[in-house]
Nanobody, 121 residues
Framework: QVQLVESGGGLVQAGGSLRLSCAASGRTFSINNMNWFRQAPGKGREFVAVIMWSGGMTSYAESVKGRFTISGDNAKNTVYLQMNSLKPEDTAVYYC??????????????WGQGTQVTVSS
């Protein structure tokens, strides 16, 4: 009932910047929060950042605090992740996530397809 489409991944040198976008469609009015996660090879999926759709409060993983910024545009149903001062250890597949409710008001979680971010040294 909610579809997430990501863009913006790619290859960048250490110290560079990328901006990821995640556009939501479907029952977008049911979304409570949107998140970014990442998963590096051989590691588990790691929380990166969250934004509450009502109020705009944000929170970040300690490893990215001060370098990454999450933001949203409610009119465009889109969330962004601005990544600055990128490090090789930021290399991972980045996933967009949305939390909300289905048509029966049952809490649901939705995931994008993932986009590869590679930071070279």
């Amino acid at each position: 009932q909610v579809q997430l489409v990501e863009s913006g991944g790619g290859l960048v040198q250490a110290g560079g910047s990328l901006r990821l976008s995640c556009a939501a469609s479907g029952r977008t009015f049911s979304i409570n929060n949107m998140n970014w996660f990442r998963q590096a090879p051989g590691k588990g999926r790691e929380f990166v950042a969250v934004i509450m759709w009502s109020g705009g409060m944000t929170s970040y993983a300690e490893s990215v605090k001060g370098r990454f910024t999450i933001s949203g545009d409610n009119a465009k149903n889109t969330v962004y992740l601005q990544m600055n001062s990128l490090k090789p250890e930021d290399t991972a597949v980045y996933y967009c996530n949305a939390g909300g409710y289905d048509s029966s008001l049952v809490p649901m979680e939705y995931w994008g397809q993932g986009t590869q971010v590679t930071v070279s040294s």
